[in-house]
């Protein structure tokens, strides 16, 4: 059992950076993916970054590559997205995922099995 809970979330002017951080309760094994996913009202949710813990592989949206980045830490207890060059179409409800299972790309929400609360970023001027 896995319990994620995001954090960071924040209102920015474009071309701003934040960080967003997911802590993590529970096993995290080496078979494990995690990732970052966004969504915006009446829109379904999208990948925007994961990694494997196993071999530290990352994977991005189109949309986000060279702006974001995707990271763990040491202790595999928090997933952290760090976000810069923000632009408006960037503002999303931003969660967290986890997944006992390896990923080779991007994954897909029906990919993960446990899911944070989300957190709000908004990008505007």
């Known amino acids: 059992q896995v319990q994620l809970v995001e954090s960071g979330g924040d209102s920015v002017q474009p071309g701003g950076s934040l960080r967003l951080s997911c802590a993590v309760s529970?096993?995290?094994?080496?078979?494990?993916?995690m990732g970052w996913f966004r969504q915006t009202p009446g829109k379904e949710r999208e990948g925007v970054a994961s990694?494997?813990?196993?071999?530290?592989?990352?994977y991005y949206a189109d949309s986000v590559k060279g702006r974001f980045t995707i990271s763990v830490s040491n202790a595999k207890k928090t997933l952290y997205l760090r976000m810069n060059n923000l632009k408006p179409e960037d503002t999303a409800l931003y969660y967290c995922?986890?997944?006992?299972?390896?990923?080779?790309?991007?994954?897909?929400?029906?990919?993960?099995?446990?899911w944070g609360q989300g957190t709000q970023v908004t990008v505007s001027s």
């Open positions: 995922a986890a997944s006992y299972t390896f990923c080779s790309g991007l994954s897909r929400v029906s990919d993960f099995t446990y």
């Open positions: 529970g096993d995290i094994p080496t078979r494990t993916c």
């Open positions: 990694l494997y813990i196993g071999g530290g592989n990352t």
